[in-house]
């Protein structure tokens, strides 16, 4: 089965299931379920396993990779570590496809936990597996895994790795995986418009196929972009959105996630009570993986809540539980925003000698990994901790931090450390110094209402044309598919979804009927009554036909006056009834043009095929080609004998 599905797909197996209750159809709704609807995945896959008995032995591995990802969602990791024992010990050496779901899983447990070694070593055994089995699909979401650690260690070869990988990017769980990576490579660059350009349409697509915690992760990632372009608001608005998506499906880590970007913005906007509440939060969701990034990240953002709120024996005691995590995972940049930012709790605690020196440490830290908002952040915490005893050097340390501002190109950084100037040139006597720094620190206020005010508009022009492009694409997507005279279903699409169920009755074993139909007479009706009312005519009916047929058929236009009808899981009898149900539909149609009723029929030809599991041969398009042939030869009986009639194929 495939690692993702389409909603349309995911709809089929439904239908399927409830049809068949069939132990392999309810397993791989189960596996693409896992990331719609979590708690009922594990729900099926429970169900599975009491009914399915020993013939369902060959299941097992699958079902225990649909719980355990489950599990990893749900932030149960112990659990999901069984559930990869499981699978290893039970189905790892037989099918190269399971090992390397396996391994995914596994690539995914160490992203939670921390541990980016096992990460990049789990994604590429994926990948060697999935090779192994020749699913090229498959084995480029394995390097899509990959990426993410490629681009901190090597952002140039992570993007040729992405370009590469491009010209199968029309798969949307793969377009999505690599915009992600771009998106970073760009976020880190202070390019923010930009990952968010790539992030916004993406996240939908992934959602749409299955792939929702992607979705989920794009989505705070954009939230976090426009937090940096000023619009707190819209940064606000989608991290409700992602808040709300991850408590629907009961996923905690993505829910303290969500938390943990809010609780920032509310930091940022001076709410620091508001801040400390949703941080505490977040924390407590994130405390059952102790050594993850995440636990790391919502520590710091509490520890800086707690200061702004003037609590600095707390904010020390988060920042310090911060800085110990990154450390272990050996995050140079996170040790660097800890420190600087630790300084300045212990210089308010009046230990100046301990922040002095641990000021020093985090500048000489954040300048070794080129952390510049870091090395900013410590000469502040400097000039805080040299204003009394030495306010000269405070100064310095101050002016040196605006010449790193400038690098960074933030207004606000800069107007704070104008107002520190101030401050240190009116404790000196230096009124005119004084007046001349909140000047500038006034010019660089108003710059930055500017810079936010033109980064709104700026994102708001995007998301429109973003929109715009998404109802475009959309409206191609329904021609691509679409017959546009009647508005069914067209031929192309009509021989690739019947391809593809047939593949699916191939895997579990069962039938799929077919029901060719032509309208009688029809070049009668062109020349008597004119094209357009043939026209009509053939709209009618197509309309009738998908008013008629059950509500898992697919109905199409073949071309010219010719229709078909796929019926899933439909034996010969089903595909009769169906037939004479629509014939005897269209024959009522009271079709009346410019005054003239014109009477319809239609001639049907029904066929149907039972696929026994793994039997069948030929590719599923040979055999639905060899389905279409049989159900016209049974319409040439159909019109021989007589017209407005269904047969029935009869092989000779």
């Not at 650690?149 to 949307?172: G, N, Q, T």
């Not at 407590?284 to 003037?310: E, I, K, N, V």
């Not at 301990?354 to 500048?363: D, K, P, Q, T, V």
Request: net charge negative; with cysteine.
């Amino acid at each position: 089965m495939d690692f993702c599905a389409p909603d349309e797909t995911v709809a089929l197996l439904e239908a399927d299931a409830a049809r068949t209750a069939s132990a392999p159809v309810i397993t791989e709704l189960a596996w693409h379920l896992r990331q719609r609807d979590t708690i009922r995945s594990r729900s099926l896959v429970d169900m599975v396993e009491r009914t399915a008995g020993p013939a369902g032995d060959a299941l097992r591995p699958r079902l225990a990779l649909t719980r355990g990802e489950c599990m990893l969602l749900q932030f149960r990791i112990d659990e999901a570590r069984a559930e990869l024992d499981h699978v290893n010990g039970a189905g790892r050496a037989h099918d190269p496809i399971i090992a390397g779901d396996a391994a995914m899983l596994e690539a995914a447990i160490a992203v939670v936990t921390g541990d980016p070694k096992i990460e990049v070593a789990a994604a590429r055994r994926a990948r060697e597996a999935y090779e192994a089995a020749g699913d090229r699909r498959r084995a480029a979401y394995a390097l899509g895994a990959e990426l993410p650690s490629m681009a901190k260690s090597d952002p140039a070869r992570a993007r040729e790795e992405i370009a590469r990988l491009r010209d199968d990017a029309r798969d949307p769980v793969l377009a999505a995986q690599l915009d992600y990576v771009c998106a970073i490579l760009e976020f880190v660059a202070g390019n923010f418009t930009g990952a968010i350009e790539l992030l916004t349409p993406g996240a939908e697509g992934a959602h749409r196929a299955g792939a929702v915690e992607t979705g989920i992760r794009s989505l705070l990632t954009v939230a976090a972009a426009l937090s940096n372009l000023g619009d707190w608001d819209e940064s606000a608005r989608l991290g409700e959105e992602a808040l709300t998506r991850a408590r629907t499906l009961a996923w905690p880590r993505w829910a303290a996630g969500a938390l943990a970007h809010l609780g920032r913005l509310f930091t940022y906007m001076e709410q620091p009570a508001r801040a400390i509440e949703v941080l505490e939060e977040s924390v407590q969701l994130f405390a059952p993986q102790p050594h993850s990034r995440h636990y790391a990240m919502a520590l710091f953002y509490l520890g800086d809540a707690y200061l702004h709120a003037g609590e600095p024996a707390r904010a020390l005691e988060r920042l310090g539980e911060s800085e110990k995590i990154a450390r272990h995972l050996a995050s140079p940049i996170d040790v660097a925003a800890n420190i600087a930012i630790g300084a300045r709790a212990l210089a308010r605690l009046a230990r100046r000698e301990e922040a002095l020196a641990r000021a020093h440490e985090g500048l000489a830290a954040a300048r070794a990994c080129g952390a510049k908002l870091w090395e900013a952040e410590a000469l502040r915490s400097l000039a805080e901790i040299e204003l009394e005893q030495a306010p000269g050097e405070a100064l310095l340390h101050l002016q040196t931090a605006l010449e790193v501002s400038d690098a960074l190109g933030g207004h606000h950084e800069k107007s704070q450390l104008w107002v520190e100037i101030a401050r240190i040139h009116e404790r000196s006597g230096d009124l005119a110094a004084a007046l001349a720094a909140e000047r500038k620190a006034r010019a660089e206020q108003l710059a930055e209402q500017h810079r936010r005010a033109a980064n709104q508009v700026l994102v708001s022009r995007m998301r429109h044309e973003m929109a715009t492009l998404a109802v475009r694409e959309a409206e191609m997507r329904r021609l691509a598919t679409t017959d546009a005279l009647t508005g069914i279903a067209n031929r192309r699409h009509f021989f690739a979804q019947a391809a593809s169920e047939i593949a699916r009755a191939g895997r579990y074993g069962g039938p799929v009927g077919f029901i060719m139909g032509d309208v009688d007479k029809f070049k009668a009706i062109n020349d008597g009554h004119g094209h357009p009312a043939g026209d009509a005519v053939l709209s009618a009916i197509a309309q009738t036909l998908a008013g008629e047929a059950r509500p898992n058929d697919l109905v199409a236009r073949l071309g010219g006056e010719e229709f078909g009808v796929l019926l899933p899981g439909a034996g010969i009898e089903a595909v009769l009834a169906v037939a004479e149900r629509l014939r005897a539909a269209v024959e009522a149609l009271a079709i009346d043009w410019e005054g003239r009723r014109i009477p319809v029929t239609v001639s049907l030809g029904c066929v149907a095929h039972d696929f026994a599991s793994g039997a069948e041969e030929r590719s599923p398009a040979s055999a639905f080609e060899a389905m279409v042939r049989d159900a016209d030869a049974a319409l040439y009986t159909a019109k021989r004998d007589g017209r407005n009639r269904c047969a029935v194929y009869t092989p000779r």
